[in-house]
């Protein structure tokens, strides 16, 4: 169902309409709920951890696409029953398409943005997928048949462009030629404004042919997302189509251009006190976003009274093209694409906050007529007023030669102008239609071929530009690679492909094909092999979860036997799919740059538990490692990805600098100082695993004696750890055997010591892997508020720690003696490199005795007792650093 708030063209705010989609598989497989409701043109959004906290937003068009549809026989999604609540593709258009195209053919600019996260259904909605056509080929269908039905009253010629914006560069993806380093530029003219110089533009006289040229435009984006390393969730998709009618009665010419803009993902950025990084995060990447937000933010104060000094336009190249669109000439139409799901409330609030704020914007549009044609029409003008001149020039009789010699030549200018502008013209024209015939023959070749021979079809994470690419094996023996001089050669480009690749035979049938490191393709064979299976189900995430099987990543289970997939480890895979292709993209860059980085996945706490042994929190982690120097860092999701936006600026930085690229901006990527390097960070301590001594002893006064296996977070041994707990007098002296207690609930309310003692490491992975390391071990005991660490060894693989460390309590309490029963004191060992530097205690909120006794399960000391006790604590480390020595 949708909900129209006004007619589209009665004002001229921006439109803003919200949409909501369905599930995904992933979103299936978490067991998600549904936290947004729309009640006619109202929005409103639940918080997830909060029942009560409910937000709602009002717009101009509210559609729920999330429930209430099926699947008819030739794949199309409609409502399940008759004036159902559903909102399909046909009611979308109805009411933002069919008002774009009018306002169109009455010579207004017209814009539709599509806005949201990654996988919120912006493309689905823009483009569409098999049947369910989206907005751009329903529009052009629709203006095509207008063109058709009023021929007789006005000439239509309509022309098309498409582009990419990606990493503030712009890609004309019409263009069958090299790829321009440092994408076309974006120039600015007092009549035309912004524009970008050498787009492609090509004349057009179907709908069929827009479709090929989208088709066409889909298949450069593909490659070119391959050959730039480059997400196109992290792009933006521009088509632009011009409309120009002649009315020949009215002696009218109307010009107008209809903006559609497919925006790239809007996630919200965490950068939460762990995850801040030294580097900002991929500038230019996400500059043209955040430019977007700061200039709706600036309209919106704008149209409400606020005074506002200056509009950003120009901080992007995204906001210069988009300038008429926003506060400008242009009726303008936003679609938000929201997920319904619990896990996704942030983003999806966030992109309800940004439509809400595009609501207010307000524009100024106007009726336009051709710039060409404008200045064509001012050159005869002026032409008709020299003409006029020099007839009263002659009719007075005046013999003002000068004059007239001066005035002759301006009408030859003028009139040499006008020709070349129109022969300029329709030359461009003439090359772009010849270009299109030729990527015409091309399309029409293909499907020829695809039923002759088998071939390779690429998979994209953008499910849009999967099944783009098709590379077909002929008969006898073909070169893949680099290499495209071969007759016998299938030219794939992208990180990771060597010259002479792979070699392609018809012998045996294959299923998938991974190139290089990022370059993923299915296998399709002969006609003859093709069943009736549904390749579509054969996506980039089965892809992924297929690899990720093979490393040993596999979706876990909540019981024996069951099809229930754990949700606690669905973020987990996903993620970790998710940053596969990335890591291998990120190592080719690597060894491409000569860094001498290694990259690799790795489940954080994938085999740790917590003191009482529940299973941690895992998460997925990227390790680095710089293999000359042997230093290791543990990069976060976030933070990995962040850094590889930054390395793909690095690579193509140094690309443009290999092919002599005169726009090539920035440093040498060889000379780049360590702090801008995103291949690089300060080394510091690393935690390496973990091992657990159970306390329980302790309840009984039975001194415990061990040999603890350190377990890494993926369950290999680090080290053997030799530890004790060793019940002891207020002196420190060992308990004799009449001190046992046969029940533990005699100390309630008595006075209980212990010493920890850590003797030795055995077998130190990390030291035997580089001699220049070093260790310590790190613990928080009960209610100890900070951890305590062991004075640092090095270089040592079987090093002597002798530490002992004295906790006592005055007055042992339920609270405590129910944690010695049930939990171990976890012993954490940190792994330290050459230049970082040692953990050090902190004894904020922590008690001690002039002895050197901790004092647990009672409330904090005073700030002078703190004093006190920080003294003796630092001469008490000093004497323990020495013994260790």
Known sequence: MKAKASDMHSKDCVRVAVRVRPFNKRERDAGSRCIVSMVTSSVTIQDPRDSENRRSFCFDYAYWSHSGFTRDHSGLYVAEEPGGRYADQDSVFQDLGEGILENALQGYNATLLAYGQTGSGKSYSMVGYGPNKGLVPKLSDRLFRVVRENQDTRQCQVFFSMMEIYNEQVVDLLSRGSRIPGGLRVREEQQRGFYVEGLRTVPCDSASQVEQLMEQGTRTRTTTATHMNANSSRSHMVILLQLKQIFSKESITKQSNINLVDLAGSERQRSSGSEADRLKEGTAIN?????????????????????????????????????????????????????????????SLSTLRYAERAKRIQNRPVVNESPTERLVKELKAENARLLQRLNRLGQEGRRA?????????????????????????????????????????????????????????????????????????????????????????????????????????????????????????????????????????????????????????????????????????????????????????????????????????????????????????????????????????????????????????????????QSGDSRAQGPCTSALPRDKDPFWDPVEPLLLGT???????????????????????????????????????????????????????????????????????????????????????????????????????????????????????????????????????????????????????????????????????????????????????????????????
Request: glycine fraction near 6%.
């Open 287 to 347: 500059l043209s976003l955040t430019t977007l937000g700061n200039v709706i933010s600036a309209l919106a104060d704008v149209a409400v009274g606020k005074k506002v000094i200056h509009i950003p336009y120009r901080d992007s190249v995204l906001t210069k093209l988009l300038q008429s669109a926003l506060g400008g000439n242009s009726r303008t139409v936003m679609i938000a694409t929201l997920s319904p799901a619990d896990i996704c409330y942030e983003e």
């Open 401 to 657: 030669a000068n004059e007239t010699k001066e005035l002759r030549q301006l009408l030859t200018h003028n009139e040499l102008q006008i020709r070349a502008i129109q022969t300029m013209w329709e030359q461009h024209l003439q090359e772009a239609l010849k270009d299109w015939e030729q990527q015409y023959a091309n399309i029409t070749q293909e499907r020829r071929m695809m039923q002759m021979h088998p071939y390779i079809l690429n998979i994209n994470e953008d499910a849009q530009l999967s099944g783009v690419i098709k590379l077909f094996i002929q008969e006898g023996e073909w070169e893949v690679g680099l290499c495209d001089s071969s007759p016998r050669c299938i030219s794939v480009k992208g990180l990771g492909i060597q010259e002479r690749h792979a070699v392609f035979k018809n012998e045996q049938r294959q299923d998938r094909l991974i190139l290089g490191s990022n370059c993923t393709y299915l296998f399709i064979g002969f006609p003859s092999e093709r069943g009736v299976d549904d390749w579509s189900r054969y996506d980039y995430d089965f892809f992924q979860s297929e690899l990720a099987a093979a490393e040993g990543i596999h979706l876990g289970e909540s019981s024996a036997g069951s099809s229930q997939t754990d949700p606690s480890l669905l973020a987990v895979f996903y993620d970790y799919i998710e940053l596969m292709p990335m890591v291998a993209e990120a190592n080719q860059m690597s060894q491409e740059l000569n860094k001498g980085v290694e990259f690799k996945l790795e489940i954080k706490n994938l085999a740790l538990s917590d003191p009482k042994g529940h299973d941690l929190e895992k998460e997925t982690v990227v390790r680095v490692t710089s293999v000359g120097k042997k230093q290791v860092w543990m990069w976060s999701k976030a933070k990995f990805v962040n850094r590889k936006f930054l390395m793909e600026e690095v690579y193509q930085q140094h690309q443009a600098e």
């Open 691 to 885: 091992a657990h001594l159970w306390l329980q002893s302790l309840a009984f006064r039975i001194p415990l004696e061990e040999q603890l296996e350190v377990l890494g977070s993926d369950g290999r041994e680090e080290a053997i750890l030799q530890a004790q707990l060793v019940p002891c007098s207020s002196t420190g002296l060992p308990l004799a055997e009449d001190d046992i207690l046969i029940d533990p609930c005699e100390l309630l309310g008595r006075r209980l010591d212990f010493q920890l003692i850590l003797e030795q490491f055995c077998g130190l992975h990390w030291i035997r892997e580089a001699r220049n390391r070093g260790v310590q071990i790190g613990f928080r005991l009960f209610d100890c508020s900070q951890p305590l660490y062991t004075p640092a060894v090095w270089h040592n693989i079987n090093p002597l720690l002798d530490y002992r460390v004295h906790f006592a309590s005055l007055h042992t309490s339920r609270r405590l003696l129910d944690y010695l029963q049930s939990s171990a004191v976890v012993l954490e060992l940190w792994g330290l490199q050459e230049g970082s530097s040692d953990l050090t205690s902190s004894l904020e909120g922590m008690r001690m005795t002039t002895e050197g006794i901790f004092i647990i399960d009672e409330t904090g000391p005073t700030n002078a007792a703190v004093s006190l006790m920080s003294s003796h604590f630092d001469l008490f480390l000093k004497l323990r650093k020495r013994r260790a020595f």
